[in-house]
C-alpha cells in the first residue's frame, strides 16, 4: 500500500537541524547522520541500519539516535515533537527475516535502544528478570550463568535480539516460559509526549510486585505497546523457568506427510493436559535435511538449492528413505521432578504409540532429588529447551548456491488439530513450489492454536519471486480464516488491511488511540498498519 497521511519523508533541513540538537544531548558519537554506520553488527559483520536481507532503498533510514537512558529517550522524544520529525523504535533491530531497523516510512529517524542494556534485576527466588531494551538473550543468560542461578531462560531460534523487542513482537522461545507475551509482567513506557508511564503493579510508585503480578488495577495498559507505535518500552519483567531436577529432551518423526495431522493433534492434547509445558516445534523433511550433519545430503541438496529452482519432492523422498527420516520430526521437552520424568516418558509413549511408523528419540538428564540441573551438564542443544542461547540457525541463510542469502518467514495462527494445519500446509506448499522456494517448516504447537511459520530462503536477486510469494500466501490464508501473528514492514498495511470485522473497527480504534496520544505522528508510523490520520510528519 502507499504511505499513508503524515508519511512523507522528512524534510533535509529539519532533518539536520534535529540531528544537530540530538548530538548536543547524546554526543556527537550517538548520532549517525545517514543508515551506513552505528547499527550492531549484523550476519555479514556491517554495522548499517535498515534491513540486512534487502537490496530496495524504500524504506531505508534517514539515519539513527542512540539514547542512553530514560532521560534521554525523554529529550529525543521532545526534539522530535518540536521538529516535527518521525522516529521508528527499535531494541537492538535484530528483527531478522521481520524488516531487521528497517521504517515503513523512508528516511525516518532510527530510535535505537542498544545503549540501554542494563540488567536491572533477577531473581531467583521468584524467577524473573526486569531488562532494558538493549538486553540481548545471550546478555540475560550470560548474567544467570555468573551468578549461578537455577534459572532457564527462554531464547528464540537466534539469541542476540533484544528480551524486550521479541517479547513487545510477540516472538517465542522454547522453555514452559517461551510464550514471552504472556511471561511479561509489567512496563515501563515513554509516551508520545514523553510522559512515562509505568503498568500493572508499577502504577503505584515502588510496588513490589511490578514482575510479579500483570494485572494491576483497573484497565491493563500493556497489550497497547504490543506491535504498537503508541510509546516506547523502556522497562520490562519477563518471568524465567526455575531449573528442573528432571529433564528430557523429545524428538518424535511420523513417517507420512498426512501424519502432520496426528502428529499435531497429539502434541496439542498433550499441551492442554500440561503434559508436555513447553511449545514443540515441528520440522518438514526439507528442513531436517538441510539442517542435518550429513554430507552426502547436503550434497544432494545443493544441485537443487540455486537461484530461480527448488528440491524435488521426489529427491526428498529418496533422502528420507535413505536416512531412515520421518517426513515430520516434532521437537519437545519434558521438565518436572525425578519421580515424574518416568511417568511422563510413559505418557508420551502411549500417546503416541497409535501412529504407524512413528519414532521416538529421547536425551534424558534423569537427576537427583534436591539438585536443579546445570546447563553446563546439558550443553549446546540443535533446539534450545534449556535456555542456552545460539546463532548457529544464521548459517541456513547462504544454503541457496551463495553467500549473503537471506529469509522471510510467513506466520499464520491456525487452530491445533492438525487438519486444519494440513489443509494450509498443502496450499501454502504448492504456492511455494510453483514460485520455485523450498518449504522449510517450523510450525510450533501450542495448547489452542499452531503458528504455522513458512521460512523462505532466498538471495537477493529473487526479491521480486518472494514478494509475490508472500502477498499469495497473505491473500490464500486470509480466504481459509486465518491471519499472520507478525509479519515484514514490507507487508504491515497489506495484514493490517485483512482485519475487516464491523468495516475495519479494530484499525479505526487504533487510529483514534494514535491520533489522540501521538497528535504528531512521531513515533513509528505505520507499525502494524497504524498511522494518524493527519500527522504533521
Known amino acids: ?308 529452482s527448488y528440491v524435488p519432492y521426489k529427491v526428498l523422498e529418496e533422502i528420507r528413505a535413505e536416512q531412515n527420516w520421518g517426513f515430520w520430526k516434532a521437537y519437545f521437552a519434558l521438565y518436572g521432578s525425578v519421580e515424574m520424568l518416568p511417568a511422563l516418558r510413559k505418557t508420551v509413549e502411549r500417546a503416541f504409540s497409535g501412529i504407524p511408523g512413528v519414532q521416538i528419540e529421547w536425551r534424558e538428564f534423569p537427576g537427583s532429588p534436591g539438585r536443579s540441573i546445570s546447563t553446563a551438564e546439558i550443553k549446546e542443544e540443535e533446539i534450545p529447551h534449556s535456555g542456552i542461547p545460539t546463532l548457529a540457525p544464521l548459517g541456513i541463510v547462504d544454503t541457496r548456491g551463495q553467500k549473503g542469502g537471506s529469509h522471510i518467514c510467513f506466520s499464520p495462527i491456525i487452530p491445533p488439530s492438525g487438519r486444519e494445519l494440513y489443509s494450509w500446509y498443502l496450499t501454502a506448499k504448492q504456492q511455494t513450489i510453483d514460485a520455485k522456494f523450498d518449504f522449510f517448516a517450523d510450525f510450533h504447537i501450542y495448547p489452542r492454536y499452531v503458528i504455522g511459520i513458512l521460512l523462505v530462503i532466498y538471495t537477493p536477486g529473487e526479491d521480486s519471486a518472494v514478494d509475490g510469494l508472500y502477498r499469495n500466501l497473505l491473500h490464500d490464508g486470509s480466504k481459509q480464516g486465518y491471519m499472520e501473528y507478525r509479519t515484514h514492514v514490507n507487508y504491515m498495511d497489506d495484514v493490517a488491511a485483512k482485519l475487516d470485522f464491523n468495516q475495519s473497527a479494530f484499525m479505526r480504534f487504533t487510529g483514534l488511540l494514535k491520533n489522540t496520544l501521538d497528535p504528531n505522528g512521531v513515533l513509528s508510523p505505520g507499525k502494524s498498519g497504524i498511522w494518524n490520520s493527519a500527522a504533521a510528519v
Request: charged residues 20%.
Open 1 to 308: 500500500m502507499s504511505p499513508q497521511p503524515g508519511s512523507a519523508t522528512p524534510d533535509a533541513r529539519a532533518l539536520s537541524r534535529f540531528f544537530e540538537d540530538a548530538a548536543h544531548i547524546l554526543g556527537g558519537a550517538n548520532v549517525s547522520r545517514d543508515y551506513r554506520h552505528g547499527a550492531l553488527k549484523g550476519p555479514q559483520g556491517e554495522d548499517s541500519y535498515g534491513d540486512p536481507f534487502s537490496t530496495s532503498a524504500s524504506h531505508k533510514p534517514g539515519g539513527a539516535v542512540r539514547p542512553g537512558s530514560v532521560e534521554d529517550v525523554q529529550e529525543i522524544v521532545k526534539l522530535a515533537n518540536t521538529h516535527k520529525l518521525a522516529l521508528w523504535t527499535v531494541s537492538r533491530g535484530k528483527n531478522l527475516g521481520y524488516g531487521g531497523s528497517n521504517p515503513v516510512v523512508k528516511g525516518t529517524v532510527v530510535l535505537d535502544l542498544q545503549r540501554m542494556n542494563k540488567i536491572i534485576e533477577v531473581n531467583e527466588e521468584y524467577a524473573y528478570a526486569i531488562v532494558e531494551p538493549g538486553v540481548s538473550f545471550f546478555d540475560l543468560y550470560e548474567e544467570i550463568q555468573r551468578r549461578g542461578l537455577n534459572l532457564w531462560p527462554s531464547v528464540p531460534a537466534i539469541g542476540w535480539g533484544s528480551v524486550l523487542g521479541n517479547t513487545l513482537d510477540r516472538g517465542i522461545g522454547y522453555t514452559p516460559n517461551g510464550e514471552h507475551s504472556q511471561s511479561q509482567c509489567g512496563m515501563e513506557v515513554v509516551l508520545p509526549n514523553a510522559d512515562v508511564l509505568r503498568t500493572g503493579s508499577g502504577a503505584m510508585k515502588d510496588n513490589k510486585a511490578f514482575p510479579l503480578f500483570k494485572g494491576g488495577f483497573g484497565p491493563s495498559l500493556d497489550g497497547l505497546f504490543y506491535q504498537s507505535n503508541l510509546g516506547i518500552v523502556t522497562k520490562l519483567g519477563i518471568h524465567i523457568t526455575p531449573a528442573p531436577e528432571a529433564y528430557a529432551t523429545v524428538e518424535v518423526s511420523v513417517p507420512r506427510e498426512e501424519d502432520l495431522v496426528p502428529l499435531v493433534g497429539t502434541l496439542s492434547d498433550l499441551m492442554r493436559r500440561s503434559i508436555i509445558i513447553n511449545s514443540p516445534s515441528v520440522a518438514n523433511i526439507f528442513r531436517i535435511a538441510l539442517t542435518s550433519r550429513v554430507p552426502e545430503v547436503h550434497a544432494k541438496l545443493a544441485e537443487y538449492m540455486q537461484m530461480g
